[in-house]
């Protein structure tokens, strides 16, 4: 079985496949080489993938190779199914580029969006012919509200939860109100401008906050595509691995 561990901005996330299946999910504590341990105790943990796109937690990444020897860690630059035309690779997180995988997973043939709404909100671009084409970055829903806290002299910090006014007649209302509304929107004008470009394509939609927008859209939904990706990334090493180990040397 193949463990994967996505470790996040402002969230860690473990799950345990069985080939194509996943079988175990879970949003890793604190202690996040405990909670990794716990499934490396329950499941015949053969292989390991793991991403971070967060702070930088060199104690988890050994723990993880201490735990599965051989673990990929996987980042902008790993090779995947898809062919990468990103133009620094280096610095692409592999968050984006796992959930591209993952989306092209259920449609390897089609021109695909998928909207990441986490922490930033990503809106990544996959091509018919299997191309990752890149995408854009925005700021994420916690981002908006604090910086219009942080950055005038007197509007509240608010909570995203909460009722939301069509037209805000408090500040607060009113600042939920943009905030959400102007997200939605943001969200649903790429989705229509990638189906006028491509009426055919697949959108997906996902992240801690991909439940709250664009809810009358036709896209798929699916929390856990950044997990699928980095299956899918170390399925296709271990493939690479295999052919070339099977390679017979020259006479």
């Known amino acids: 079985m193949n463990l994967i561990v996505d470790i996040g901005n ?3 996330k ?3 496949f069985n080939g194509n299946e996943m079988v175990a999910r879970k949003r890793l504590t604190a202690n996040m080489v405990d909670s990794i341990a716990m ?3 329950d499941y015949d943990i053969k292989a390991c993938a793991f991403s971070s796109v967060g702070m930088p937690r060199p104690d988890v990444a050994h723990a993880i190779q201490q735990m599965v020897p051989g ?9 995947t199914p898809l062919i990468c035309d990103y133009l620094t690779p280096e610095t ?3 968050d984006r580029l796992a959930a591209a995988v993952g989306a092209a997973s259920f449609y390897p043939a089609c021109n695909l969006l998928i909207v990441d709404a986490g922490t930033c909100i990503t809106y990544d671009f996959v091509s018919a012919e299997g191309h990752y084409l890149g995408g854009n970055i925005s700021l994420g829903l916690g981002m908006r509200l604090r910086a219009l806290h942080e950055q005038t002299a007197r509007l509240p910090l608010v909570s995203a939860e909460g009722e939301l006014a069509p037209i805000g007649q408090n500040t607060q209302d009113a600042i939920r109100a943009g905030v959400l509304q102007g997200m939605d929107y943001e969200i649903k004008g790429y989705i229509r401008h990638m189906m006028q470009q491509h009426p055919d394509a697949r959108v997906f939609l996902t992240g801690g906050n991909g439940y ?3 809810k009358e859209a036709e ?6 595509l950044v997990e699928i990706g980095l299956n899918c990334i170390l399925q296709h090493n271990q493939r690479w691995q295999q052919s070339t180990n099977t390679l017979l040397p020259l006479p």
């Open 219 to 224: 896209v798929e939904r699916n929390d856990a």
């Open 10 to 12: 402002s969230s860690a």
């Open 92 to 94: 692409l997180g592999a």
């Open 39 to 41: 499934l490396t105790a």
């Open 71 to 79: 673990a990929l860690h996987v980042t902008g630059a790993t090779p």
């Open 212 to 214: 709250r927008f664009a």
């Open 14 to 16: 473990a799950a345990v």
